[in-house]
Nanobody
């Protein structure tokens, strides 16, 4: 069974940092592009970032998080991370990772495997 599991969410003050993890089971993350998305209640899922397959080797970020969030991979642990710095109250939502083959995309509809999400709350 192909599965992604996110963890690392929690409560943090504005300006703080969190690192989310996305662990794969049942398949190897390495040949997949991994996207991070977030979704607030009642709103559409929003693209946050995407790291392409290592063969392509690119990572792209949505403008609201550019310069604050960083995606990295640890192939030995079959894990992708989302390092989030300088968090803002508007970053308060559920975060999801997702996997797809071939190139990255900002469209959630083309990602076939999703995690269950992890909640991030930024407040003072």
């Amino acid at each position: 069974q192909l599965q992604l599991v996110e963890s690392g969410g929690g409560d943090v003050q504005p300006g703080g940092s969190l690192t989310l993890s996305c662990v794969a089971s049942g398949f190897t993350l390495n040949p997949h592009s991994i996207g991070w998305f977030r979704q607030a209640p009642g709103k559409e899922r929003e693209w946050v970032a995407c790291t392409s397959t290592p063969r392509i080797g690119t990572t792209t970020y949505a403008d609201p998080v550019k310069g604050r969030f960083t995606v990295s991979r640890d192939n030995a642990k079959n894990t992708v991370y989302l390092q989030m710095n300088n968090l803002k109250p508007e970053d308060t939502v559920n975060y999801y990772c997702a996997a797809k083959t071939k190139v990255c995309s900002p469209s959630p509809s083309v990602f076939g495997t999703w995690g269950q999400g992890t909640q991030v709350t930024v407040s003072s």
